[in-house]
């Protein structure tokens, strides 16, 4: 969600080969009906999991291994 609308994001690319992958496919499927708000989606539970440090702005260097 973005202010009073729905923003649908992949990075996973747009190569030929990506519209033969039933995955790929069902992402973008439900991405687009996300944005159309004929599904819904909460990731406020799992976004500090899967994207650390999204709300620091400038974002902090990861920690060295």
């Not at 496919?25 to 440090?53: M, Y």
């Not at 400038?58 to 060295?64: L, R």
């Amino acid at each position: 969600m973005h202010g009073k609308g729905r923003v649908f994001y992949t990075a996973m690319g747009d190569r030929p080969e990506n519209w033969q992958i039933p995955f790929f496919l069902n992402v973008v499927a439900g991405g687009i009906r996300f944005a159309l708000g004929t599904a819904s989606g909460d990731v406020t539970n799992n976004l500090v999991n899967a994207a650390p440090g999204y709300a620091e702005i400038p974002p902090k260097e990861p920690p060295k291994k």
